[in-house]
Structure formats: structure tokens, C-alpha cells
């Protein structure tokens, strides 16, 4: 399955966490509890609903934390949308090809925002932080994923935080 008339996207410059959407998806860690980068930002300007969600999450299933390339939704708190999808993305590794972790990052979190009903979701550029991913790389992997996925969004917005990202991501959909 691939991108259909149906579906709106869209690869602009922003700050995910000032998205109307219905979902955005958090780059988080493993543990939930917040971070740096996107993960911080969500939940400084999400407020206390989402950790606390976070927490009530790990005190329960996700006792050992949220396994890479997995999603799990929470309340967005005073975000301006209805969800936020956490996601932890692998840490980009020069001997082992942990692709398919970070497309399945997006396959994850557009099959949850499905599931919740969310007709637009937001991404950031997951793994490119902290966790070293390159840009292009990382750009294509989107691109692929979320051509490939099944999960039928209305809308997907790749949300980037610099006039780099936005080149890679830009690039790597008009390829795609």
C-alpha cells in the first residue's frame, strides 16, 4: 500500500508541539519519563497530564519501559491536540543496521493513530537527535515507512525543527 489520493502530506518547519492535530508523536525513551529535545519539549508544554499518564503506564504494563520501535498514546495535556504517541527510536549504530526499528517507529504510531481514530498526526524527525541518526538516512526510512504503511491517516505532517532537516525530509518524499 502505498501514499492514496486520500492522504494530505506535508513536510514543513515548525515546533511539533504548536501542531493542531490530533496526534503528535513524541520521540521518547525507553522509560516515559521525559528527556531532552522533542521528548522534553512535549512534556514541558504538555504539562503534568502526560507524565503522569507516562507514569500510570510504566507502573502497569510497561513495567520494564517501552520497548524500540514501539508506540503507546497518552492524553496531550495542554498541547494543542488530543493524543500524544510516545515512540523510542533506536540509537543509530555504525555496525548493526537498526533500519527497520526506526521504520517501524512510524508503521507503530500511524497503525495507533488509526486505531485511536486521529484523522492528522505529526511527526518530528525521530532518532536524528541525540541518538545520532543521520538526517538523510533517516529522511529516506521515513519516506519508506510511510509509504509502506497500511494504517490509513488523512493527514501526516513531518514537522522539522531546522532548515536541514527540512531539506533531507523534503528531498527524501519527493523521491520517494
Not at 513531518?158 to 531539506?167: E, H, P, S
Request: charged content about 20%; hydrophobic content about 45%; aromatic content about 4%.
Amino acid at each position: 500500500m502505498g501514499i492514496s489520493n486520500h492522504m494530505r502530506l506535508i513536510v514543513t518547519k515548525g515546533d511539533i508541539t504548536e501542531q493542531q492535530v490530533d496526534a503528535i508523536v513524541n520521540a521518547a525513551n525507553s522509560s516515559l519519563l521525559g528527556g531532552g529535545g522533542v521528548d522534553g519539549a512535549i512534556h514541558r508544554r504538555g504539562g503534568a497530564a502526560i507524565l503522569e499518564e507516562c507514569r500510570r503506564l510504566r507502573a502497569g504494563h510497561l513495567g520494564g519501559g517501552l520497548p524500540v520501535g514501539h508506540a503507546v498514546a497518552t492524553t496531550a495535556g495542554s498541547l494543542p491536540s488530543r493524543w500524544v504517541i510516545h515512540t523510542v527510536g533506536p540509537v543509530h549504530s555504525a555496525r548493526e543496521d537498526r533500519g527497520a526499528q526506526l521504520a517501524s517507529c512510524y508503521h507503530e504510531s500511524l497503525r495507533l493513530a488509526q486505531d485511536l481514530g486521529a484523522e492528522s498526526v505529526a511527526f518530528p524527525a525521530i532518532s536524528t537527535g541525540v541518538y545520532r541518526w543521520p538526517l538523510d538516512d533517516a529522511a529516506r526510512i521515513a519516506a519508506e515507512a510511510i509509504r509502506a504503511a497500511e494504517a490509513r491517516v488523512a493527514e501526516i505532517r513531518l514537522v522539522l525543527f531546522d532548515d536541514t532537516a527540512l531539506t533531507a525530509f523534503r528531498e527524501a518524499f519527493d523521491d520517494a
